[in-house]
């Protein structure tokens, strides 16, 4: 409900939610839930998601919605613009153009702690709870 509801209903947030890398375990309840994409491949959002539809477990109408949502991302970025080079999954990308972006992306997303009245590191007994937000 929080997806739905929250995100995409009270917030108004009109992208699209993308799983993290094999993080989707269902079909149906992650579909009816608010997640659009499955990543990184199609265990749950492929056939599986076709034949839930076709069941009615989950409403032609719920897919319209995913599509939508992906695709208006797509476009709104100009993918569709400029055709895009095509990939092989199978194969690494090894030249030093990735190996560069790859360093880039790394740094852009790493969290530094700060290190604010001693707190670190984390004393396991008497720890209760952590949330980590973000």
Same mark, same amino acid.
């Given at each position: 409900l929080t997806l739905n509801t929250d995100l995409k209903g009270r917030m108004g947030y009109e992208g699209f939610v993308m799983s993290d890398w094999g993080a989707t375990h269902s079909t149906i309840q992650s579909a009816m839930s608010g997640l659009d994409m499955e990543m990184p491949s199609d265990q749950y959002f492929g056939l599986i998601l076709a034949e839930a539809i076709q069941n009615g477990d989950v409403p032609e109408s719920q897919l319209d919605d995913m599509v939508t949502r992906i695709l208006? +991302?797509?476009?709104? @970025?100009?993918?569709? !613009?400029? &055709?895009? &080079?095509? =990939?092989?999954?199978? @194969? &690494? $990308?090894?030249?030093?153009?990735?190996?560069? *972006? +790859?360093?880039?992306?790394? $740094?852009?997303?790493? @969290?530094?702690?700060?290190?604010? !009245?001693?707190?670190? &590191?984390? !004393?396991? *007994?008497?720890?209760? +709870?952590?949330?980590?937000? =973000?």
């Open positions: 208006t +991302s797509m476009y709104s @970025v100009g993918l569709f !613009d400029t &055709p895009q &080079p095509t =990939g092989n999954l199978t @194969v &690494p $990308a090894q030249s030093h153009e990735h190996a560069d *972006l +790859s360093r880039l992306l790394a $740094a852009l997303g790493t @969290v530094l702690l700060q290190n604010t !009245d001693n707190i670190l &590191p984390l !004393d396991p *007994l008497t720890l209760k +709870s952590i949330a980590i937000i =973000g």
